[in-house]
């Protein structure tokens, strides 16, 4: 990493230059997330000369487009730019001896109607994507899509702001979302998850008073999913992972594939933060990486960086927040959370099943088995007779080698272990291992 020589931000505001910003500038703090808040940042002024309160004297809505500069040893007269983007003033505040004015500013359209207005609205045979056009639209925004399609059958705004609403749509479906300069972006964490690092950290590049952590509680093995659609008349299962912590969920669902991606969003955003550390990068890493083009930038949030040689906690993290902090020299804390192994696959035992007073009708269009598929049993199943199973039937994977068939019930599974059979269940107390 470069050594920093100096860190300036220009800033410009209304008519203001970013050079008559500059002569009263006390401290800047920029504040980058990766996903579900908004970018901040936190202006302290010098008003020795009363502009701030008279003629200059902020008003909500404002606007500031800060640029941090740093100006490095090693290297020719480079200077490393790092765009922060596009901020409306939210908060501001005076105080005296010496005159100084406070001002926090995030990134939100101009317009409060995002934020602020309830909206009802109902949004049928789209899209996610054309979902968020039209919000982003009617906010002044720009929509940046970078996502797999989502569509959606039927979904409703009920006395929602447009900002509350499709946070949560985007969520919902495994997705994360952010507003920079302007943009509306919607993204997928897990394909900034697999980038590759930009940056290795060991204990010499970071300050000594880093914290790590990690927690088992809302952590998952496995997620089982059951919903009913009254109107359609049919159930919607996914059974996904297995093992001894199940997140059970029933999020209202319109068809399965709505279903899978919902429990697949449940279990990995539960998931996701089991480990997380917090560090600031000492002054001689000054966090500037050189990309694979050559050029010099910055650690931002959604990028990921390998910490080493921290025994058990070294491993790839992604930067959850990055926040930069000017005034009298230059700090850079990151808010990282390792990089857990994501779910992915879904039961294909997951069908629609149709409800019917007919027991067996509704057991036969659940049964998507094959001869050859490696499964597990559901802890608290009970043998196709009734019986109790064995303890370790629950902990073992086995292989299906019969369904149904040759005069047997059609939700009828045989299991086998190494061409053995081993036990005959119901398909209803089965999951892909």
């Known amino acids: 990493m470069a050594r920093a020589r100096y860190s300036t931000v220009e800033m410009t505001y209304n008519s203001k230059s970013a050079d008559q910003m500059m002569e009263c500038l006390s401290s800047f703090q920029y504040t980058d997330v990766a996903s579900g808040s908004s970018d901040s940042i ?143 972006v919607v993204f997928d964490e897990a394909f900034y998850e697999s980038k590759p690092v930009v940056a290795t950290l060991t204990e010499a590049d970071i300050e000594p008073d880093w914290q790590w952590n990690t927690t088992l509680a809302g952590t998952y093995t496995g997620v089982k999913y059951q919903y009913t659609h009254s109107n359609k008349n049919k159930t919607f299962k996914v059974n996904i992972g297995g093992g001894k912590r199940i997140l059970v969920c029933n999020d209202s669902a319109n068809n399965q594939t709505e279903a899978t991606l919902i429990a697949l969003a449940k279990i990995n955003n539960a998931n996701k933060n089991t480990t997380t550390m917090r560090l600031t990068l000492s002054a001689t890493s000054c966090g500037t990486v050189t990309t694979i083009t050559g050029a010099t930038r910055s650690i931002m949030a959604t990028d990921c960086v390998q910490i080493a040689g921290i025994g058990q906690l070294s491993g790839k993290y992604y930067v ?54 490696k499964v597990r049993v559901t802890k608290g199943a009970k043998s196709y007779s009734g019986g109790k199973l064995a303890s370790f039937i629950f902990t073992s994977v086995y292989t299906v080698m019969q369904v149904g068939g040759k005069g047997l019930p059609s939700d009828r599974v045989v299991l086998g272990n190494n061409g053995t059979v081993v036990v005959a269940v119901k398909a209803d107390d089965l999951y892909y291992a």
């Open 42 to 184: 936190n202006v302290e002024l010098s008003d020795v000369y009363r502009r701030w309160i008279a003629g200059w004297f902020p008003k909500k809505g404002d606007r500031l487009k800060p640029i941090i500069c740093r100006y490095h040893w090693n290297t020719d007269g480079e200077v490393i730019k790092t765009r922060c983007g596009t901020f409306v003033i939210d908060d501001f505040s005076f105080k005296g001896g010496p005159l100084r004015c406070s001002i926090a500013a995030v990134a939100m359209p101009s317009t409060s109607g995002f934020k602020a207005t309830e909206r009802t609205a109902t949004y049928e045979k789209t899209t996610l994507k054309e979902i968020g056009q039209k919000i982003a639209a009617r906010s002044g925004l720009t929509l940046f899509y970078e996502a797999a399609s989502v569509s959606i059958e039927s979904v409703s705004q009920d006395k929602q702001s447009d900002c509350a609403f499709y946070s949560d749509l985007v969520v919902r479906y495994g997705l994360a979302l952010k507003i920079f300069n302007d943009r509306l």
């Open 320 to 373: 959850e927040q990055a926040t930069y902090n000017i005034g009298g020299g230059l700090k850079i804390t990151l808010n990282l959370r390792k990089v857990e192994k994501r779910f992915t696959r879904h039961s294909k035992s997951s069908t629609p099943v149709k409800l019917s007073s007919t027991t067996a009708e509704n057991k036969k269009s659940a049964v998507n088995y094959k001869k050859g598929d």
